[in-house]
């Protein structure tokens, strides 16, 4: 890979989407084998298309946190590759930042640490990219069983493959 591939170019946007959609295509198998009734919900097609939006969402917000690397021209880029390999992809990214943003904002006392509040910050958005991706496949909202099944997605897709893509990005940018 050249090193332009992870940088705020069109280039950097047409590989993270491509690699989403790689991540997201290959962790299909391995979460139904954890959570066997995923194989009844949704399509693969489904899967493919939530998913990729997740990783891609999680990878921005990461982004967003950690640097100054996701200018609203690299958004538009991400937006206009996002849309044309996947129907409507963009909505669906605003659609998931809208899902995490209903969520309620904590109320911190003034003893607690940073650390401790950051916790309970991530904490919020693995449940948030998770809850979202399974509303969207089950087509309803997750119920308390599927505590695990969200727990799962979350730290999946936000903890790891967002996670994951955003380094390489912020790597790049130390190059």
């Known amino acids: 890979m050249d090193t332009d591939d992870f940088k705020a170019t069109r280039k950097g946007a047409e590989r993270l ?4 959609k ?31 939006i997740a990783i891609i969402g999680s990878t921005m917000m990461h982004l967003q946190i950690n ?14 590759e996002l849309n044309s390999k996947l129907p409507r992809g963009w909505d669906a990214v605003e659609d998931l930042m809208k899902f995490i943003g209903r ?35 089950q087509k309803k909202a997750p119920e308390e069983t599927d505590i695990e099944t969200v727990s799962h997605f979350g730290r999946l897709f936000y903890e790891k493959f967002g996670a994951e893509l955003a380094a ?4 790049r940018q130390t190059d």
């Open 17 to 20: 989407v491509g690699l989403a």
């Open 22 to 52: 790689l991540f997201a295509i290959g962790s299909y198998e391995p979460m139904v084998k954890m959570h066997p009734p995923l194989a009844s919900v949704g399509t693969t097609k489904d899967w493919d298309y939530f998913c990729t």
């Open 67 to 80: 640097s100054d690397i996701l200018t609203d021209s690299f958004q538009l880029m991400i937006g206009e």
């Open 103 to 137: 969520g309620e904002i904590p109320k911190f006392g003034e003893a607690q640490s940073t650390e401790s509040k950051l916790h309970v910050i991530n904490e919020q958005l693995v449940g948030g990219v998770g809850g979202w991706i399974l509303w969207n496949l």
């Open 168 to 171: 390489m990005f912020l790597q």
